[in-house]
């Protein structure tokens, strides 16, 4: 397996924030990620618009390289179509802390079970060091353990 050198790493990170810039609507470029077990890396923003390669969806769903991925560990409240203004509000904050985890590093990208969901998204669960990334927004109150079926984020 070949290695990125940590200088020509950091120059493609570099290059990513720039055309992470030059493209807004979520059409990031990908970089290599530093020597270790996690080995996916971009810079995702919020998706917006038909075109999505590298982007965030909302709290469970992201495109990474052109592949929509729900997050195959957990449910996160409705961004699109929220049941209730509690959902709606905690769906943002779900969507922005999903966007802020994936960019903090290299993650991985693990099949538990099946490949695709009925919807034809791709089922994964995002690691970063061991750690299941939807664990956290579980433990930070912004996803519920994924149990077969969706959740009722509005029930007090």
Not at 49 to 70: E, H, N, S
Not at 103 to 128: H, I, K, Q, S, W
Request: hydrophobic share 45%; glycine share 10%; aromatic share 6%.
């Amino acid at each position: 397996m070949k290695h990125t050198s940590p200088l020509a790493a950091a120059a493609l990170a570099a290059l990513s924030i720039v055309l992470s810039l030059a493209f807004p609507g979520g059409s990031a470029a990908l970089v290599a990620a530093p020597p270790g077990r996690d080995r996916e890396v971009a810079a995702f923003a919020l998706c917006k618009g038909p075109a999505r390669m590298t982007c965030v969806v909302d709290g469970d769903t992201f495109w990474y390289q052109g592949l929509k991925i729900r997050i195959a560990d957990i449910n996160a409240p409705e961004l699109g179509h929220p049941s209730c203004a509690y959902e709606a509000r905690l769906a943002e904050a779900a969507t922005r802390r999903l966007t802020d985890l994936l960019n903090a590093g290299p993650f991985t990208l693990a099949v538990e079970g099946r490949d695709t969901d009925r919807y034809g998204r791709a089922l994964r669960v995002v690691m970063r060091g061991g750690e299941s990334l939807g664990g956290v927004l579980e433990r930070e109150g912004l996803a519920e353990h994924w149990h077969g079926r969706r959740g009722d984020w509005c029930v007090v």
